[in-house]
């Protein structure tokens, strides 16, 4: 059981700090994620590409998501850790969506899920909710069904979309979410957002003003070269150095210099010696 519950974050909502939130794909990123202290840790469904090599989040199974769940869950001692509900693990039907969700906590270990949507998946959050699980909503910019809203752009530039999206987090918080994450949104309507909706919102490129944020640790460390948005900053560049130490590695054993009499053990004399006596 996380130190860190639910119910914490919901009071950060009022008290603060601003809520911190990173995304971990094994048990080695978890256990460092973990003990910098970071709030929340979410298995995101973004593994697809970062991980898993998908063009997008919706080849992205349920299978795929709790192995990934099970292994993080190792290394977390602290933070909440939220399982993604992948691509139709959840919009079928509100039983359905139960039996998924149930999965995260019952065989994969994590304290909450989360998934996309607003008022279209606000029975779904309250049934959930309703039979105990912990839910995290996801509104503005919904990865899983992209393409439907022109593809990976800011939302909420419009009249029409700016007040979708400020029913969806109304909705999703009135469904009993305990937060709700805000992507790709104007700041000015994560603002209006954030101060209507009686939960914590965590922006990811919807600015300064929501009660926490996320990213990708694989952007933030810049291990990801694919595509990096404008909203994410890199605190680290740390591709073009590991792909340098592979490149080195290569030359020092090509060239015989590695590994060294240093790096390698000794002790084995005497049975040596016998080996080629009885030879």
Same mark, same amino acid.
């Given at each position: 059981?996380?130190d860190?519950t639910?119910?914490?974050? #919901?009071?950060?909502?009022?008290q603060?700090? /601003?809520?911190?939130? @990173?995304t ?8 460092m994620?973990?003990a910098?202290?970071?709030d ?8 697809g590409?970062v991980?898993l090599?998908?063009?997008? !989040?919706?080849?992205?199974t349920?299978? &795929?998501?709790?192995?990934?769940? #099970? ?10 850790l ?11 039907s509100?039983?359905d969506?139960l039996m998924?969700?149930?999965?995260f906590l019952? &065989?994969?270990?994590c304290d909450?899920?989360?998934?996309e ?6 029975p779904?959050?309250?049934r @959930?909710?309703?039979?105990g ?6 509104v503005g910019l919904t /990865? ?5 809203l ?7 530039k419009?009249?029409? #979309?700016? #007040?979708?999206?400020y029913?969806?987090?109304l909705?999703?918080?009135?469904a009993?979410a305990?937060?709700?994450? @805000?992507?790709?949104?104007?700041s000015e ?6 101060? &209507?909706v009686d ?9 300064p ?7 990708v ?11 990096? /948005? ?5 605190? @680290?560049?740390?591709a /073009?150095k590991?792909?340098?130490?592979l490149k !080195?590695?290569k030359? &020092?054993?090509e060239?015989g210099?590695?590994?060294s ?5 000794s ?7 016998a080996?080629?006596?009885q030879?």
């Amino acid at each position: 059981m996380a130190d860190i519950t639910p119910v914490h974050i #919901r009071e950060r909502k009022l008290q603060g700090p /601003p809520i911190t939130m @990173l995304t971990a794909y094994d048990y080695s990123f978890a256990s460092m994620v973990d003990a910098a202290g970071i709030d929340i840790i979410l298995v995101g469904d973004s593994l697809g590409m970062v991980v898993l090599g998908y063009d997008s !989040t919706v080849p992205v199974t349920m299978e &795929e998501m709790l192995h990934h769940c #099970r292994a993080v869950s190792r290394g977390v001692k602290r933070a909440l850790l939220v399982g993604d509900m992948p691509f139709m693990s959840y919009q079928v039907s509100p039983e359905d969506a139960l039996m998924n969700a149930s999965r995260f906590l019952k &065989e994969a270990g994590c304290d909450a899920v989360k998934l996309e949507g607003g008022v279209d998946v606000a029975p779904v959050i309250e049934r @959930l909710v309703k039979a105990g699980i912990p839910v995290m909503g996801h509104v503005g910019l919904t /990865p899983q069904t992209a393409s439907s809203l022109g593809g990976f752009r800011v939302q909420g530039k419009d009249i029409e #979309r700016a #007040r979708a999206i400020y029913k969806d987090a109304l909705a999703v918080a009135e469904a009993g979410a305990f937060s709700v994450v @805000l992507e790709c949104i104007p700041s000015e309507l994560s603002v209006l957002i954030t101060k &209507e909706v009686d939960i914590p919102t965590i922006g990811i490129g919807a600015g300064p003003g929501c009660d926490g944020q996320v990213l990708v640790t694989n952007d933030l460390l810049g291990l990801y070269e694919k595509f990096t /948005p404008k909203f994410v900053r890199k605190y @680290l560049d740390l591709a /073009p150095k590991i792909n340098q130490a592979l490149k !080195t590695f290569k030359k &020092e054993v090509e060239a015989g210099d590695f590994p060294s009499l240093e790096e390698s053990f000794s002790g084995g004399e005497e049975a040596v010696k016998a080996i080629r006596a009885q030879n």
